[in-house]
């Protein structure tokens, strides 16, 4: 069974930082493409960030420059550093790992960014 559990949310002020991270289990890790999205409130999911079974990185526009992502294969997890959070980055962040027809969700994490 596939399983992704995000953790790390929460409460944050403008300007803090966070650490989200993502552990998948059921799936060879290694061979999949990993991706961060969010949903806020009355918006659609978007992509924030992807990193590839390779490597390779990309960011929305609205967030380069503030989060990284990452992974460690060896602990089958990615992560995802936000910094400089803005108010317009409260979400409710979204794992996925796709490969080929296969694509993973997990639950989701609330990041909320307010004074």
């Known amino acids: 069974q596939v399983q992704l559990v995000e953790s790390g949310g929460g409460l944050v002020q403008p300007g803090g930082s966070l650490r989200l991270s993502c552990a998948a289990s059921g799936i060879i890790f290694s061979v999949y493409n990993m991706a961060w999205y969010r949903q806020a409130p009355g918006k659609q999911r978007e992509l924030v960030a992807v990193?590839?079974?390779?490597?390779?990185?990309n960011y929305a526009d609205s967030v380069k420059d503030r989060y990284t992502i990452s992974r460690d294969n060896a602990k089958n997890q990615v992560f995802l550093q936000m910094n400089s959070l803005k108010p317009e980055d409260t979400a409710v962040y979204y794992c996925?790992?796709?490969?080929?027809?296969?694509?993973?969700w997990g639950q989701g994490t609330q990041v909320t960014v307010s004074s």
């Open positions: 990193i590839t079974s390779g490597g390779s990185t």
């Open positions: 996925n790992a796709n490969y080929l027809m296969r694509s993973y």
